[in-house]
């Protein structure tokens, strides 16, 4: 049994291999049992398979390992495989792959690895990926339903918050749309090696059954102007995608007044504008 959340152990393995800490890569190891146990608690993942991002020194992967049906573990730091092959050597239902998630052809990882099957998703992410693999994952319509994931705690509350609050944006829209995001736990900046400047929440994602009639190229389009231009009214920030005219006839038929700010719009009221435009 390997205890590779302990400080210890971890500061051991990189002295073993002499491995330096890549601040570009978002390289934050979790050195906390108790938040190992929550996030997988979380994701429930007792006979499934597991996508994970950046498994780091395999922290997470090893105690996912002893109850998955299968981890697919994606690192992008080729010193960080010896590392990963070595603490993850007696588990023959993990597969590590040096790759860049973003980059790699997941279609086709999935399709070999996972033979289709459904899967979910588990990572304390890099925090530079955050929003695009966020939004890969859930425009891919992969059979992944279930994202477990740990972020820092101002992108997580800008994902889940609603019109009014001051963290609303264009993201909140965005996975509003597409999934039913919460919030589960908060974590302090302490429980990681090395400490970073903020703290982070784990965040539970699961992917919903949006409408198809929605044209989501129109939608997010109003929304990303909307927000560009938060300050703005809408009829003001909107009409960089639609004329005035056309602008003031969807607001009266949705009910919208025309001196509000994108910040106060639900999603229902985006979607209506964008049905209407
Ligand atoms: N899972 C480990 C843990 O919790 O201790 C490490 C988490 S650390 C926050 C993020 C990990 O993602 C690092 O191991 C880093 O090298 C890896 N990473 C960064 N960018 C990546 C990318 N584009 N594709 C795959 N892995 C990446």
């Known amino acids: 049994m390997k205890k590779l959340y302990s400080p210890k152990i971890v500061k ?23 938040f190992v146990d929550k996030i997988i608690d979380i994701a429930d993942i007792e006979n499934e398979n597991v996508l994970e991002i950046g498994p780091g020194i395999g922290t997470i992967t090893y105690e996912m390992a002893k109850t998955a049906k299968k981890v697919l573990a994606v690192e992008i730091d080729e010193n960080l495989i010896p590392i990963l092959q070595q603490n993850l050597e007696e588990f023959s239902n993990v597969k590590v792959i040096n790759q860049d998630i973003l980059k790699v052809d997941l279609k086709k990882l999935i399709a070999e690895e996972f033979s289709n099957q459904s899967f979910k998703v588990v990572s304390n992410l890099p925090y530079y990926i955050t929003t695009p693999i966020i939004e890969l994952l859930i425009t891919s319509n992969f059979p992944c339903q279930d994202m477990t994931i740990m972020v820092q705690k101002e992108v997580a509350q800008r994902m889940v918050a609603s019109a009014n609050d001051k963290d609303y944006s264009s993201l909140s ?17 302490t429980v990681f090696m090395p400490q970073p400047k ?4 784990i965040l539970n994602l699961k992917l919903r059954i949006y409408d198809e009639k929605v044209d989501q190229k129109k939608l997010f389009n109003l929304v990303r102007a909307g927000f560009n231009k938060r300050r703005k009214t809408i009829l003001n920030s909107l009409s960089d995608v639609a004329s005035k005219e056309d602008l003031k006839i969807a ?4 009910g919208l007044r025309e001196n509000l700010r994108a910040e106060n719009l639900s999603l229902d009221d985006f979607i209506k504008l964008a ?3």
């Open 12 to 34: 051991e393995i990189i002295d073993l291999y002499d491995f330096k800490f890549k601040k570009s890569l978002g390289q934050n190891f979790l050195i906390d049992k108790n």
């Open 173 to 189: 829209v965005f996975v509003k749309f597409y999934s039913d995001a919460k919030i589960l736990v908060n974590l302090p900046k």
């Open 198 to 201: 903020i703290d982070s929440s």
């Open 251 to 254: 607001f009266e038929k949705t």
């Open 275 to 277: 049905d209407i435009l």
